[in-house]
């Protein structure tokens, strides 16, 4: 069964400041999404990675992809307070979509 | 206009109710789903259509009816729930042979069972 795992579940971090949000996953893949969902609304469609090695970056975000480690990560250059939201993993594996937990984040002045 | 529209956004409803979800995509998508997300649990895939046919059922309760008319429209059909119901009932759509199979959410619609 396809198990996607995101660290930290929760984070709380300071304008300026880096950090990576981590996504493990459990079965061969090389599709994998991003979404970000910010608080009452929907999710929204980050970024696709579809193969080992993929890198993808939009202003203050990037999001990298390792197949072979089964690892994605979203890391965040330079925090700003409007990227405080939820953010999702989903790994793809033929049919199956699976999401993580979601990343709750918080970038306080 | 967002591409996946649902109605209602807010719903509040008695355990012996009937009530029912709709969806709309203007994507010209051929997948439709229904996720449940609640504070307890990550998002729940409940319900896959694919050309209107039910490809995934994901062990939902039955009190937990969809309906898909056609690729455009998906609905969700509410009867006896319980409280533990209570949760965002997220619609959306794909297009899974464009390469990519980005899912494009709606805004969804919040369920209080009382």
């Known amino acids: 069964e396809l198990k996607v795992e995101q660290n930290p579940l929760f984070l709380s971090m300071q304008e300026g400041k880096n950090y990576t949000i981590y996504c493990n996953y459990s079965?061969?893949?090389?599709?994998l999404y991003w979404y970000r969902q910010d608080p009452g609304k929907s999710l929204e469609s980050l970024f696709v990675l579809l193969s080992n090695g993929a890198v993808k970056q939009e202003g203050r975000l990037m999001a990298s992809l390792d197949t072979k480690a089964r690892l994605s990560t979203l890391h965040i250059t330079a925090a700003v307070h409007d990227l405080s939201a939820t953010y999702f993993c989903a790994v793809e594996v033929e049919d199956d979509m699976r999401f993580g937990a979601g990343t709750r984040l918080t970038v306080k002045p | 206009e967002t591409g996946v529209t649902q109605t209602p956004r807010h719903l509040v409803m008695g355990m012996t109710n009937k009530k029912s979800l709709k969806c709309e995509q203007h994507l010209g998508h051929n997948a439709m789903y229904w996720y449940k997300q609640s504070a307890k649990k990550p998002l729940e895939l409940m319900f896959v259509?694919?050309?209107?046919?039910?490809?995934e059922n994901n062990s939902v309760p039955s009190r937990f009816s969809p309906e898909c008319p056609n690729s455009s429209h998906l609905f969700l059909h509410l009867h006896t729930l319980q409280p533990e119901d209570s949760a965002l009932y997220l619609c959306a759509s794909s297009q899974p042979d464009r390469g990519t199979n980005t899912i494009y959410f709606g805004e969804g619609s919040w369920l209080t069972v009382v």
């Open positions: 079965t061969t893949s090389d599709r």
């Open positions: 259509y694919n050309f209107k046919e039910q490809t």
